[in-house]
């Protein structure tokens, strides 16, 4: 279709954006690696091109082009998540010096704060309710047949004496997403869900512990975080490197990540 309609007129930037996406989705990576090469030449100001762009580059194992094609959808428009998300993760695969990763993490928290409303009644000065069980909430687009899926389960089937409520950002629901859906107090399908809302929920939750299961892999929602809707906010297991977000306040680590790591960490 989009083939059809470049031929008729080949000046229309959305269809080769659109083009290359489809031909990645049916494993045409050639074919779009192309289309968002001639889409980025038409619009060079659109970060979707550059977004794309960088996407096709790392998984082709193109490191050096991903983060220059990352970095220019950034550029362009500082609010682009998907491009922070993609710089940073593809970054752990690509030699640079750490103090470069933790300074584009660190450009990720500041946009994120920028467009957070974190209400007072959402920092940690709320103080727990103990007269029942610590309320954690788990947020994730990996509750199915996943690795990080694989070690929390059974994590959470021990852990008594806690309410876990898991925030899903997932739309592939399998026997796992079952198995995590009868461990959980709570259960929220959050795809598509707008940040202040799903803060509102959480909030609404009254979640004590608020821990992020994906970091700045696919599917996250750490722009969320940034609403500071839990007293406790930590980072843990899906992601190793920083979040760049001052609102999480801890990270869960063994020592094999190394006390001189410390000073790249938010």
């Known amino acids: ?14 269809a080769y954006a659109n083009l290359g996406s489809t031909a990645w ?20 100001d659109m970060p979707e091109m550059h977004l794309g762009l960088g ?31 993609n710089l940073l993760t593809f970054g752990n695969y690509f030699p640079m010096p750490p103090e470069q990763r933790f300074a584009d993490a660190e450009r990720f928290g500041a946009e994120a704060k920028k467009r957070a409303v974190p209400f007072p009644s959402r920092g940690r ?8 069980p610590l309320r954690v909430g ?33 739309q592939r629901p399998d026997s796992f997403t079952d198995q995590f859906k009868s461990a959980c107090f709570g259960w929220r399908d ?8 799903l803060a509102d929920n959480i909030q609404r939750d009254r979640i004590d512990i608020l821990i992020d299961l994906s970091g700045h892999t696919a599917g996250t929602r750490l722009p969320v975080f940034a609403w500071k809707p839990a007293p ?15 609102e999480m306040d801890f990270l869960i680590a063994d020592r094999s990540l190394g006390v001189e790591e410390e000073q790249f960490f938010t």
């Not at 279709?1 to 229309?12: E, F, G, H, V």
């Not at 998984?59 to 998300?85: Q, T």
């Not at 795809?191 to 809302?197: A, K, N, T």
């Not at 406790?232 to 001052?246: H, K, N, P, R, V």
Request: hydrophobic content about 45%; charged content about 20%; proline content about 4%.
């Open 1 to 14: 279709m989009y083939q059809a309609s470049l031929a008729i007129n080949p000046k229309q930037p959305l």
């Open 25 to 44: 989705d049916i494993g045409q990576w050639e074919m779009a690696i192309w289309a968002y090469q001639r889409g980025a030449e038409l619009a060079p």
């Open 55 to 85: 996407t096709l580059f790392a998984h082709g194992g193109a490191y050096g082009k991903a983060m220059e094609a990352l970095r220019k959808a950034i550029e362009i428009d500082s609010g682009c998540f998907n491009a922070h998300h």
């Open 125 to 132: 000065d709320v103080g727990i309710d103990r007269e029942r």
């Open 138 to 170: 788990l947020v994730s687009a990996d509750l199915r047949r996943h690795p990080v899926a694989y070690f929390l389960l059974g994590v959470l089937r021990e852990m008594q004496g806690f309410d876990f409520f898991a925030y899903s950002n997932h």
């Open 190 to 197: 959050v795809l598509g869900m707008p940040d202040r809302e």
């Open 232 to 246: 406790i906010q930590i980072s843990w297991l899906g992601y190793f490197a920083s979040t760049g977000l001052d």
